[in-house]
């Protein structure tokens, strides 16, 4: 079992937007600005799309962005494409003992 | 360009040892917190360990504490993760991974760990 929460899966048609959630606790995403958030294609390897909860590395789409509230963060894409049809991972700081903690991942379909 | 280049994955039976390296190029290892994330055949990603730039910090999976430990040599610009006792459920691609501003911003292509008799 992970230790933040997202849904399984979430669809979307091309065009519309999407939110992913990422649920933790005080002792991580709730305590800490330390979210990151990472796609990932069929037999390829993790791509960082946001890090410290907001932030978009050079090169990402500006449709991808980040946002926290209490102890959920959210990766919202808009404007959705074809491409972004993939998985997506939060991962988080945490002070109960492991540093990181990973959440279970979300399937997005693009309709 | 920047890489990781990872090694030493295989077959191994269970119970049995693997040492994993990693190899950095085009910067310095000596200036990044590093770690190792696996994945399982068709599972999601797992952060094993993290290690400081002067490994005075170090963390594990829960699942891998007292079985596994992540070494690094600055001078040599690798990474390493020593895996004993290791079981079926540690079956899965090893990635490591650089942290930069807590953010994993590059991953090596991984190196398959298969547990089996």
């Known amino acids: 079992q992970s230790a933040l929460t997202q849904p399984a899966s979430v669809s979307g048609s091309p065009g519309q937007s999407i939110t992913i959630s990422c649920i933790g606790t005080r002792s991580d995403v709730g305590g800490y600005n330390h979210v990151s958030w990472y796609q990932q294609h069929p037999g390829k390897v993790p791509k960082v799309m946001i890090y410290e909860v907001s932030n978009r590395p050079s090169g990402v789409s500006n449709r991808f962005s980040g946002s926290k509230s209490g102890n959920t963060a959210s990766l919202t894409i808009s404007g959705l494409q074809a491409e972004d049809e993939a998985d997506y991972y939060c991962i988080s700081y945490t002070d109960s003992g492991t540093f990181w903690v990973v959440g279970g991942g979300t399937k997005l379909t693009v309709l | 360009e920047v890489h990781l280049v990872e090694s030493g994955g295989g077959l191994v039976q269970p119970g049995g040892s693997l040492r994993l390296s990693c190899a950095a190029s085009?910067?310095?290892?000596?200036?990044?917190?590093m770690n190792w994330v696996r994945q399982a055949p068709g599972k999601g990603l797992e952060c094993v360990s993290y290690i400081s730039i002067a490994s005075d910090n170090i963390f594990y999976a829960d699942s891998v504490r007292g079985r596994f430990t992540v070494t690094r040599d600055n001078t040599r610009g690798s990474l390493y993760l020593h895996m004993n006792g290791l079981r079926a459920d540690d079956t899965a691609v090893y990635y490591c991974?650089?942290?930069?501003?807590?953010?994993?911003?590059?991953w090596g292509q991984g190196t398959l760990v298969t547990v089996s008799s």
């Open positions: 085009g910067f310095s290892l000596s200036s990044y917190n």
């Open positions: 991974v650089r942290d930069d501003m807590w953010a994993f911003d590059l």
